[in-house]
């Protein structure tokens, strides 16, 4: 007597073109999430994934809140890449954005989360509450400088936002009185400036450090020359520097001398 293999059927080949991930979270249970607040968690998670056209939701696991993903295949390579990003500090901004809304949120719920990986590792923890351990610094106000091209400057107050758009497209706000904005703003799509003033810091407990605030005293022009240099400085800077107890003092020594003169 023979048996016949069974054929595939078309909804087993299409779960063969996705791989399976779960953005998993301690504790909390679909009786015991609200169903809005659960949505506010798929919402960063989306954004941390990227490339939503090739991200679906297809279950929330029973007795948890642990929500199944699957990641289309021929994108999974470039998503990967973003959490591994995220995990080391150099995703994209709404992805790190995203990755402090999800540890706030999992802090405020005291619990935490990871996103896990089809091999069953967590290629990205979340310590959420963990963060509660970890203390928040300043703010701290010093003397620091910013760089990068106007591309816009103006106000109603007598402090002027200026902003100023750096080579890697991060754009940084200080504000400025009203005649240094207008001189600065000769400058604005043109030429790079340095800014000089005092800068006020928070230390998140996240780790991440936040300027909140940038006083503009004095700008000067950056040649083309010295504007390369400047970012070879930059580009020259390890990526480990963010594992430092104080990454200001040590970006100071790079930008003003090793006695920070």
Request: net charge positive; charged share 35%.
């Given at each position: ?182 001189d600065i703003a000769r400058h604005l799509f043109t030429n790079s400036v340095r800014v000089h003033g005092t800068a006020r810091w928070v230390r998140h407990r996240s780790g991440e ?53």
């Amino acid at each position: 007597m023979t048996t016949r293999k069974k054929r595939p059927t078309k909804r087993r080949k299409k779960r063969a073109d996705f791989s399976e991930y779960v953005f998993k979270i301690e504790d909390l249970t679909p009786e015991t999430i609200p169903l809005s607040r659960l949505g506010q968690y798929l919402k960063e998670v989306a954004v941390i994934f990227g490339h939503s056209e090739s991200v679906h939701l297809i279950a929330v696991e029973h007795g948890s809140a642990d929500q199944r993903l699957l990641v289309n295949r021929k994108d999974e390579i470039k998503v990967r890449e973003r959490i591994q990003a995220v995990r080391a500090h150099e995703g994209p901004d709404d992805a790190m954005r995203s990755n402090n809304a999800l540890n706030e949120m999992l802090r405020e719920d005291n619990t935490r989360g990871a996103i896990i990986d089809p091999t069953r590792r967590k290629i990205l923890p979340f310590p959420g509450r963990e963060l509660n351990k970890l203390l928040e610094y300043g703010p701290i106000t010093q003397i620091d400088t910013l760089e990068g091209v106007p591309i816009e400057v103006g106000g109603k107050q007598e402090w002027v936002p200026v902003h100023l758009e750096d080579n890697q497209r991060v754009v940084r706000i200080c504000h400025a009185k009203r005649s240094m904005a207008k001189d600065i703003a000769r400058h604005l799509f043109t030429n790079s400036v340095r800014v000089h003033g005092t800068a006020r810091w928070v230390r998140h407990r996240s780790g991440e450090w936040e300027m909140k605030d940038f006083r503009a005293k004095g700008f000067e022009v950056l040649p083309e020359a010295n504007l390369r240099e400047s970012l070879n400085r930059i580009r020259a800077i390890p990526a480990k520097w963010k594992e430092l107890d104080d990454p200001l003092a040590e970006i100071a020594k790079i930008r003003h001398g090793s006695d920070g003169r």
